[in-house]
């Protein structure tokens, strides 16, 4: 790692980057119960590979629980699936998997 004068832009930048870091790493205290939103069309097979998809990263998992609501129009659904996360890694796996699912409009 390469020294940086302590007022020099670049040491701002890795003391911020450190506290970044830092910050991401204790918002959760894990096992935590964790709600995963995911948006995407009113279809009985977006559903299915949402919840197959969960259940790849997650696998058989106790206390997992799934709510689903349509929106207004009916075109699209809201999937709620709230289970208890074990580290950060498996979150960050769990929605990469899911956004890079060609039908979904958000994952929150």
Not at 16 to 24: C, G, L, S, W
Not at 25 to 33: I, N
Request: include cysteine; hydrophobic fraction near 45%.
């Amino acid at each position: 790692m390469t020294e940086h004068p302590p007022s020099s832009p670049e040491h701002r930048e890795v003391i911020a980057a450190e506290e970044a870091a830092v910050e991401r790493e204790t918002l959760l205290e894990f096992p935590c119960r964790f709600p995963l939103k995911i948006m995407g069309p009113a279809t009985v097979a977006f559903e299915a590979a949402m919840r197959d998809l969960v259940h790849e990263v997650l696998g058989e998992r106790a206390n997992t629980v799934w709510q689903v609501r349509p929106s207004a129009k009916g075109n699209f659904i809201g999937l709620t699936v709230t289970f208890t996360a074990e580290h950060r890694a498996e979150l960050d796996t769990l929605y990469r998997a899911i956004t890079a699912h060609p039908d979904v409009k958000m994952c929150l």
